[in-house]
């Protein structure tokens, strides 16, 4: 019997601190601008790249800084994905994700505090530029 309520005791702390550490989420109304595609592609997935805010300040042409990692959310509000935006310390481009269609919700993790929509269609890319927006 103590081993039960024990166990529902701990499951009930789990529950507890699993809704206390419930992060923000973002929908279209929270959107401050809206980008719609500009580039073909030769695939049916949608193509999202973000350009971000550069994580160090410093570059020289040696040194390349890599993007800031952004979240990605549905227009409704659930967290698609979480982009780091780099592979790598020397990266010189963004990643290029691959979307369905339909509106994405897209919120940088650094510096710009813009909340971009983003309509996302076959066969085209979407470029959000966020980089050197506050």
Avoid at 29 to 52: A, F, M, N
Avoid at 93 to 110: F, H, M, N, T
Avoid at 113 to 132: F, H, M, N
Wanted: hydrophobic share 30%.
């Amino acid at each position: 019997m103590r081993k039960i309520s024990s166990g529902v005791l701990m499951i009930g702390i789990c529950f507890f601190l699993g809704c206390a550490s419930v992060s923000k989420s973002y929908a279209w109304k929270d959107v401050t601008r809206v980008v719609e595609p500009t580039i073909s592609t030769h695939t049916s997935q949608g193509h999202l790249v973000v350009y971000t805010e550069r994580l160090d300040e410093s570059t020289s042409e040696d040194v390349y800084s890599p993007y800031s990692p952004y979240t990605i959310y549905t227009a409704e509000g659930k967290q698609v994905k979480r982009v780091e935006n780099h592979s790598s310390r020397e990266d010189r481009y963004p990643e290029q994700i691959s979307l369905a269609p339909g509106r994405y919700v897209i919120v940088p993790d650094k510096r710009s505090k813009q909340i971009v929509g983003a309509i996302i269609e076959s066969y085209k890319a979407t470029e959000v530029r966020l980089e050197g927006i506050k």
